[in-house]
T-cell receptor, first 114, second 116 residues
């Protein structure tokens, strides 16, 4: 119930295309859903996040779509660029074991080809 | 804003020795800091959560006597890997949670530990 399932595991997109990464969760008590971008050898960087009372959030080329009833959320990267090539992790914030924590998806390795 | 640093960025140690990794929040106070471990091409695995001035809370399966965590101040947490073995080789990443904004975690750049 604490898991966050992320797909696909890897994704290849042509420059200018749309990259779509999906995540699903079971715990309805999760209350915050961030996406992180990680380059090789670096720590994750917060990209964009959404709360469950909002169905969509857009920041520049990045959009989160959130479907509360289906317990799914997705990241859309518009006009994908080679510089977007990285690993993307979705996460869900919840209370477990006595404190708040982030539960991470398995990650999606995105490659944007020029 | 919300910058977290880690030191060292890369360390090699011999089997049986101990190594300390520092995590600092540079421009905010982190009442809570988290330590993660990441193996190649895998996701982040939470090891422990530390609150300033309190004992760390370890995730199930993480040896608290092997991975010593100290959260001495609102800007500094340390992870000491004691009696390191080659299987402890990994990428260790810390994050800080801004006081009053418990939803947002800001991550450090990570520390690559190699045990020979």
């Amino acid at each position: 119930q604490q898991q966050v399932k992320q797909s696909p595991q890897s994704l290849i997109v042509q420059k200018g295309g749309i990259s779509i990464i999906n995540c699903a969760y079971e715990n309805t008590a999760f209350d915050y859903f961030p996406w992180y971008q990680q380059f090789p050898g670096k720590g994750p960087a917060l990209l964009i996040a959404i709360r469950p009372d909002v169905s969509e959030k857009k920041e520049g080329r990045f959009t989160i779509s959130f479907n509360k009833s289906a317990k799914q959320f997705s990241l859309h990267i518009m006009d994908s660029q080679p510089g977007d090539s990285a690993t993307y992790f979705c996460a869900a914030h919840g209370f477990s074991g006595g404190y708040n924590k982030l539960i991470f998806g398995a990650g999606t390795r995105l490659a944007v080809h020029p | 804003g919300a910058v977290v640093s880690q030191h060292p960025s890369w360390v090699i140690c011999k089997s049986g020795t101990s190594v300390k990794i520092e995590c600092r929040s540079l421009d905010f106070q982190a009442t809570t800091m988290f330590w993660y471990r990441q193996f190649p091409k895998q996701s982040l695995m939470l090891m422990a959560t530390s609150n300033e001035g309190s004992k760390a809370t370890y995730e199930q399966g993480v040896e608290k006597d092997k991975f010593l965590i100290n959260h001495a101040s609102l800007t500094l947490s340390t992870l000491t890997v004691t009696s390191a073995h080659p299987e402890d080789s990994s990428f260790y990443i810390c994050s800080g949670e801004i006081a009053g904004r418990s939803y947002e975690q800001y991550f450090g750049p990570g520390t690559r530990l190699t045990v020979t």
